[in-house]
């Protein structure tokens, strides 16, 4: 799997460990810049996930490598877990893992073995799903996505790929922060994969042109009625899909059969991040706003959701 994946995508250019800093790479200024933020503590980790350090599947690699660094440090890892837990109230599966490494440690387990071993276990996640998600996708597909959809969909894509099929995906910019033309794209097209990138707006366009055969994202947040939460946006892309036939599918870590639709938060952020696009001013400071950054998708738009089970 290793080999397939972008350089974006690699352990080592997510997070890493030397001795007793964690450094993150800074996705808020790729691919243009190569930074890293450095975090001393638990509490660095988790303001770097708030300030959109990293995103995506992002802050699952962060939080575990922040339990290791406060075993390591001797601090406190219950507190360690609620406070990178609340730093993305809709990354259950973070949640969902950090509490479960908590438990594992709590019976006697070794936190840092503990925690290697919960990467181990998502790397095989990573590719036994996108074997499912390739499977979904035939050849000549058009493929539309939302935001920076990470290691499931990118490696469907590229065993599909490797597998002789030629597929083009359409990939909106997604305001504010630009995930899908600056990391979507870069990354597929690393890959060798042909990508376009669209306005946000041009979803509808492309989709009645016949362009798009199918539509698929990852998810921040998947319930086992089908209900998925993601990137502000995909609402949109799933409503235009489903008037024009097109089947859209998410891909899933971790069902949360925890909760329902009446428990997701939806995170709200700043009203200066729509006033802004990358450092430049697109509206005045006295400008109102509104950003809601997560969609709920209702599961009637929902085709199927892609995990390690099969399609649900």
Sequence with gaps: MEELLPPFLRHENISRLDDDVLFITDRRFLPFEKKEVACHDYHDAASAIKDMVTQGGGPLEV??????LTSRQ???????????????????????????LLEEVRNGRDPENAAMEAFSYYDGLYDSVSDIGEKLIADGDGIMTRCFPEHTFMLSCAKAVRNGKDITVYVPETRPYLQGSRLT??????????????????NASVMSQGLVQKVMTASDLALSDRTVVNKAGTLSDAIVAA?????????????????DYSDIVIEYR?????????????????????????????SSLVKGIITKEGVL
């Excluded at 001013?281 to 997560?294: G, I, N, R, V």
């Design 185 to 202: 794209e870069p990354c597929l097209r690393a890959m060798g994969i042909r990508c376009m990138i669209i306005a946000d707006a041009m």
């Design 63 to 68: 939080a575990l490598n922040a339990f290791i």
């Design 243 to 259: 008037y024009y036939g097109i089947p859209y599918y998410a891909f899933s870590l971790s069902i949360d059969k925890t909760i």
């Design 74 to 100: 001797g601090g406190n890892l219950g507190d360690a877990v609620r406070v990178l837990s609340s730093a993305r109230p809709t990354n259950t599966t973070m949640k969902r893992t950090l509490e479960a």
């Design 270 to 298: 700043s009203k200066d991040e729509m006033r802004n696009a990358r450092g430049m001013k697109t509206a005045e400071d006295s400008a109102d706003a509104l950003y809601p950054c997560f969609d709920i998708i209702p």
